[in-house]
């Protein structure tokens, strides 16, 4: 069965859908509980909910503005459920985001930019090239100008580390992408997040240009 994926406001959303978000992030390796749930929808535009059949499988929330003019997703939270279909999930929401922001920025290449719990969430930029930061990079001073941009608008809690691009956490949750690979990681990347402890609210703050001929292929 195909995932299908639909998107609302969130100030749409209904008691039952909070619930079966609610139940799905509690399952994943970062601390996020009802209470971080319904704070976060109020601080998102949309959520994205990914759906085999009628069961919940992975769900987003995000929203589309301009930082300092460019037009960006940008990622409160994404989450998929450990399953043999979390790969196959994980692109049906990004594709999703990606749809939508063609929509609303036809003609324009895009800015993706999230906070990352674990080695698994780097999977989101996988239809991406050149996501700041990755393994064998030297982030420039403009690529750690916009991991500073991001993390103010995304606020997640804790001390930032800017030439690491990481979050050191205070113990609380940090809306992040959650996500175990459907594939083996690269060591490398691995590497990368040995410094990250989900469960503290540590994360990496990551970003990825999408061009405007990609996002077209969406709609």
């Not at 008691?15 to 399952?27: C, V």
């Not at 535009?45 to 085999?52: G, I, K, P, Q, T």
């Not at 030439?163 to 809306?175: D, M, P, S, T």
Request: charged share 25%.
């Amino acid at each position: 069965m195909a995932i299908d994926v639909a998107t609302k406001d969130c100030n749409a959303l209904s008691e039952d859908e909070i619930q079966e978000m609610s139940d799905l992030a509690t399952d994943g390796s970062a601390p996020h509980d009802t209470e971080w749930l319904t704070e976060s929808i109020g601080e998102w535009v949309l959520a994205a909910h990914a759906r085999d059949g009628k069961r919940l499988v992975g769900y987003a929330l995000f929203t589309l503005e301009r930082v300092g003019g460019t037009p960006a997703i940008l990622v409160g939270g994404l989450v998929t459920r450990n399953n043999a279909k979390r790969g196959t999930v994980m692109r049906a929401v990004v594709g999703e985001q990606m749809r939508r922001a063609v929509l609303a920025f036809p003609d324009e290449d895009v800015l993706y930019g999230a906070c990352v719990g674990g080695p698994g969430g780097v999977e989101a930029f996988a239809l991406f090239d050149g996501a700041v930061p990755r393994p064998d990079y030297a982030a420039s001073g403009e690529d750690r100008a916009w991991g500073q941009r991001l993390h103010r608008r995304l606020g997640p809690r804790g001390d930032y580390l800017k030439r690491e691009f990481r979050v050191k956490g205070k113990g609380v949750a940090n809306g992040v992408i959650d996500h175990e690979a459907s594939k083996k990681v690269l060591a490398a990347v691995a590497t990368d997040f040995e410094a990250v402890d989900p469960g503290n609210g540590d994360c990496k703050v990551m970003f990825s240009w999408v061009l405007s001929e990609l996002l077209e292929k969406q709609l």
